[in-house]
């Protein structure tokens, strides 16, 4: 009697263990898959359409154009997993762009002029300084975080449209001409084309990629952002270095805005004075599709890669199928939000799932 | 005279019975007292009398002049009053009322302020209310309750942040309600307010009334007292904590000595304590007292003057799970993240998954969490093995010091056990533990030393070695309380 009890007991227990793979985990990587599998319809249906979707050049064009928004969206992840927001990233985007462009190219309101290396120093700077700024106000003063950053981002516009002086900067055409060396050095950034027609821009995208993949998932830095974002008062409690990390974080951020907008600058080739488009709200809609959560607490790098893969794609091939930017928006709008819904019913459902296998597991091991 | 009846009220929160087949009488006229131990239902009781929730199955039904009914209003006055600190006295009252205002302006009025007149804080009806005390705000949720006509008044713990004058005035208003036909219920820890306040209280233990304590010679703090620990005094004599053989306390090494020590922000001063290696030390005294506070100096979480320059290693856990959970986590990420890079890096720097899972393996079984894989996330865990987790997190560190407030709040008699010895077996390798606690039995059970706090001062220290059972301890520390009250109105 008391062995058969046993056997019920183990069997039970593994049932519950077994359960709870096939069900919670992987109701968590279905919810990637999922988005995957969208993107994957997605293309399917534009390259039905316009078989040169799947051209060579068009894939190189579509993941080219993912690299600012991707840099970018990799470090806002990490500043909404933390539970706050930065909407300063486009303005420091376009700002640290016109900062190197005009101290090193001159023409501008800049005071004064310095050569290639130097200014580009600056413009990072400049950069880390506004996520610095960020911090400062959230951390230090208290500010909400939508507020400072709303702050900063007027900020950073104001001061690139005083220091653009609504010129447009570009180092081919600049008058003095800069020398040799810094035009091939600064082209190589981002605008070079080796392997025949791959932009070197592109593996700014993989180096970020891999090092914020590193810095999220594979160190204890990234391992107490999600404790930090999920529950700050028992952060507090567990004596986390929350000011420490968020200051980092607001920071990366920062610098990745400061880095898209060099490579971006070399890439293209040319800035203007308000080259910051609508960059930020496609930055927000890539991590919040990608599964974080506005509240905190959770985010993934490869989510919000697949995200940056959605809204290109989504532009890309809606361009290519000739539908005008205003309907694009529309499209792009709606894209956002029923993907976000999705990843609520989903959550629903892996926490469902998750109490069910609790449940067993409280029943068995009692 | 009115009654309000229960019969037969039970509710079932998942596994665990809150309430089982509860009958109760509760008759106006004077104040009735309801004691329990933790976990034996109060709260789930006070919920389904006021209507917040309601009962799975059993009758509710208030008999006012003869006629019964169940249609009844139920007012709480609560620990924390809910009341618009942003609003004068009076638009507090208004609120929710606005309609009847337009309607009678004046008769309205005077109402109101008959009430705040007999409540005694007609004076203070145009400040508002952030700038008066929380006596005041307490008044002003009665009298909110008695311009709407309550028929029944729950009172919770409504004195634990009142001065010993404002309780005795509230303890009067109680009286008076109760005589004006309300049903008026007082549910308190404190066992000289059962006393003082009530002619009659009802021991709530396992989800039913199991007895009534009635009249001057039935009604004492002891018989309470004998009362609640029933249940977990036998708990402690089957437990395999007690009885650890020790060295005299004052051959153990002082980890930090606090000297005259003051909080920053005044719930206590002039604290003079060491804290000793090998030992558990439980900080008792009632809210207010600064026994709380001076625990979270103690656990480097609260500013003090002198700081703490110590330098031992600390480690603090907050009352509440709220605070020290991480909910977003799985049961193996929230037992590592107390940990620092020695532990959870590989020889590269970076974070190792199979260092956490190893660890995770270990504290699942050193500690007994129960769960199904510690991938899960620990909220799927019962608020016991939740604790355990925190716990396991926290030991896993070997701070020379843990710091625990109420560490079983919320737990289950096993696990309760489970955590004593815990707790007791860290301090034998020459760490210490630092307690919080609110329940006596629980002192009896972990704590090799007690110090009692009154009034943001030391009132007394009890070596348990001198102490022979729980009612022995409730008394001494009772009297520690009741000398510095007296020290402080003479």
């Known amino acids: ?366 | 005279m009115n009654e309000l009846i229960a019969t037969g009220l039970t509710k079932r929160y998942g596994a665990t019975r809150a309430l089982s087949g509860l009958d109760i009488r509760l008759i106006s006229g004077t104040v009735i007292g309801i004691a329990g131990p933790n976990g034996a239902g109060k709260s789930t009781l006070m919920r389904v009398l006021s209507g917040e929730e309601r009962p799975d199955s059993g009758d509710l039904v208030l008999v006012r002049d003869g006629q019964a009914t169940r249609d009844f209003k139920v007012a709480v006055v609560h620990q924390e009053p809910q009341v618009w600190p942003n609003l004068s006295v009076w638009k507090n009252l208004e609120v929710g009322r606005e309609e009847e205002e337009r309607a009678s302006q004046n008769r309205g009025d005077a109402e109101t302020e008959k009430i705040l007149r007999l409540l005694s804080i007609d004076m203070f009806a145009d400040f508002e209310l952030v700038d008066l005390p929380l006596a005041v705000h307490q008044r002003v949720e009665i009298a909110r309750a008695m311009l709407h006509k309550a028929d029944v008044f729950l009172f919770d713990e409504p004195n634990s942040a009142l001065t010993d004058e404002e309780s005795k005035a509230l303890f009067e208003l109680m009286e008076r309600l109760a005589q004006a036909g309300k049903i008026v219920i007082l549910v308190t820890h404190r066992l000289n307010d059962l006393v003082s306040a009530c002619s009659d209280v009802m021991i709530l233990r396992e989800g039913r009334i199991v007895a009534e304590l009635r009249g001057d010679s039935a009604l004492t703090e002891a018989a309470i007292a004998a009362q609640l620990t029933l249940t977990e005094h036998v708990a402690t004599t089957t437990s395999a904590v007690g009885g650890t053989p020790k060295t005299p306390m004052k051959d153990q090494k002082v980890l930090l000595a606090l000297k005259s020590c003051a909080d920053a922000a005044g719930a206590f001063q002039n604290v003079d304590l060491d804290v000793r290696a090998g030992t558990v030390l439980v900080l008792a005294g009632v809210e207010g007292s600064g026994a709380r506070e001076l625990t979270q100096v103690i656990g480097q979480f609260r500013p003090a003057n002198p700081g703490r320059t110590n330098g031992c290693a600390t480690e603090y856990i907050a009352a509440s799970r709220k605070h020290t959970v991480f909910s977003n986590m799985s049961v193996a990420e929230n037992l590592a993240i107390r940990l620092g890079r020695d532990r959870m890096t590989t020889a590269a720097g970076t974070l190792s998954l199979a260092a956490i899972n190893r660890l995770a393996d270990n504290s699942v079984r050193r500690y007994t969490i129960k769960v199904g894989h510690h991938s899960n996330p620990v909220t799927s865990l019962s608020g016991g093995n939740q604790q355990k987790v925190v716990l396991g997190a926290t030991l896993e560190t070997n701070a020379d010091i843990i710091v625990v407030e109420e560490p079983t709040r919320g737990v289950d008699i096993s696990s309760k056990r489970e955590i004593y010895a815990l707790l007791k077996s860290y301090c034998r390798a020459g760490k210490a533990v630092v307690l919080f606690c609110t329940e006596v039995p629980e002192m009896y059970d972990v704590a090799d030393e007690v110090v009692v706090l009154s009034r943001g001062s030391i009132a007394g220290r009890i070596s348990m070695s001198e102490i022979s059972n729980v009612s022995h301890l409730v008394e001494v520390i009772a009297r520690f309380e009741r000398k510095e009250a007296h020290a402080q109105i003479s």
Request: glycine fraction near 12%.
């Open chain 1, 1 to 366: 009697m008391s062995s058969e009890l046993e056997l019920v007991g183990v069997t039970a227990e593994k049932r519950a263990k077994a359960n709870w793979f096939g069900t919670q985990s992987g109701l968590n990587s279905l919810r990637l898959m999922g988005l995957a599998v969208g993107i994957a319809l997605i293309a399917l249906a534009f390259g039905i359409q316009k078989p040169q979707f799947f051209s060579a050049a068009n894939l190189l064009t579509l993941l080219r154009s993912m690299v600012p928004l991707g840099i970018i969206a990799l470090a806002q992840m990490q500043v909404i997993l933390v539970g706050e927001i930065d909407l300063s990233v486009g303005a420091v985007y376009g700002l640290t762009s016109v900062v190197l462009a005009a101290f090193w190219l001159g023409g501008g309101g800049a005071p004064f002029e310095m050569s290639l290396i130097p200014a580009m120093l600056l413009a990072l700077v400049t950069a880390g300084l506004a996520g610095l700024l960020c911090g400062f106000l959230v951390l230090r003063a208290g500010l909400p975080s939508f507020i400072a950053t709303l702050g900063a981002l007027n900020i950073a516009q104001g001061l690139q449209l005083l220091l653009g002086n609504a010129a447009t900067f570009t180092p081919e055409y600049n008058d003095p001409l800069p020398p040799d060396w810094e035009r091939s050095f600064f082209n190589a950034l981002g605008g070079l084309q080796v392997g025949g027609s791959i932009p070197t821009e592109i593996f700014w995208l993989f180096a970020a990629a891999i090092l914020f993949w590193i810095v999220r998932h594979r160190t204890i830095f990234g391992f107490r952002l999600v404790a930090i974002g999920g529950n700050a008062e028992a952060a507090k409690v567990a004596k986390l270095p929350i000011v420490k990390y968020k200051y980092i974080v607001f920071l990366l951020s920062g610098l990745a805005a400061g880095v898209a907008g060099i490579v971006d600058f070399s890439y293209v080739g040319s800035v203007g004075p308000s080259d910051a488009g609508s960059l930020l709200f496609s930055v927000i809609a890539a991590v919040v599709i990608g599964g974080a959560s506005l509240s905190g607490g959770r985010g993934t790098v490869l989510g919000t890669l697949l995200g940056v893969i959605l809204l290109s794609l989504l532009n890309n091939g809606l361009a290519l199928l000739g539908v005008g930017s205003f309907a694009q928006l529309l499209f792009i709008g709606l894209v956002t939000v029923i993907a976000v819904w999705i990843d609520i019913l989903s959550q629903k459902l892996i926490r469902k799932a998750g109490q069910r296998a609790a449940e067993t597991a409280g029943r068995v091991l009692k």
